[in-house]
């Protein structure tokens, strides 16, 4: 009977090492797959944000290509917006909203909504766009934003790899 009662006691202590093991490896498993989802996470919204800066400094350029079409206009610091890259501009806002910071980009837009001329429509179709006084101060401003953002994310993404990952420890 003695070795009845040991041999059950071992056959529960093997069980509860097993169940505990069993648990860690769960828990693992689970704080592995949610920091490789806050990793990319991280590298999407660091793309998105390049890709964000990309049209905006594509559109910065155009005013090179589109001189005589700024005839009217004295200031450098105007910018012209094709109706395209505009409602290209609120799109890509919208679609990846998760990913940008929504605060930053409403305040971009109704910044630069407050600088848009009042032209009558035959100019507006013959332009082919918006033109914002004082809007290209705004567009730069916004792209060395977007730049900064992106420098910080890319800080941020360094300092999370860098951290060790073990079964008893938290990384996030």
Do not use: W
């Not at 097993?18 to 490789?36: A, G, H």
């Not at 005013?63 to 501009?89: G, N, P, Q």
């Not at 800080?155 to 073990?166: A, C, G, H, R, S």
Request: net charge neutral; proline share 2%; charged share 30%.
């Amino acid at each position: 009977m003695t070795y009845f009662f040991i041999g059950l006691l071992g056959v529960l202590v093997g069980a509860a090492i097993v169940m505990f093991t069993f648990n860690l490896r769960i828990r693992y498993d689970e704080q592995k797959e949610k920091y490789r989802r806050e990793m990319e996470h991280k590298v999407k919204e660091i793309e998105t944000l390049v890709l964000l800066n990309k049209k905006i400094i594509e559109i910065l350029e155009k005013r090179i290509v589109m001189m005589d079409k700024y005839v009217s206009f004295d200031a450098f610091d105007d910018c012209y917006i094709t109706v395209d890259d505009y409602i290209y501009l609120q799109s890509f806002a919208a679609q990846n909203s998760f990913y940008l910071p929504n605060y930053f980009i409403e305040e971009f837009f109704k910044k630069i909504a407050t600088r848009k001329v009042v032209l009558s429509a035959e100019e507006t179709v013959q332009v082919g766009g918006y033109t914002f006084k004082g809007g290209r101060v705004l567009m730069e401003q916004f792209s060395d934003k977007i730049k900064e953002m992106v420098y910080e994310r890319k800080v941020q993404l360094k300092k999370e790899t860098d951290k060790p990952f073990t079964y008893f420890s938290n990384p996030l």
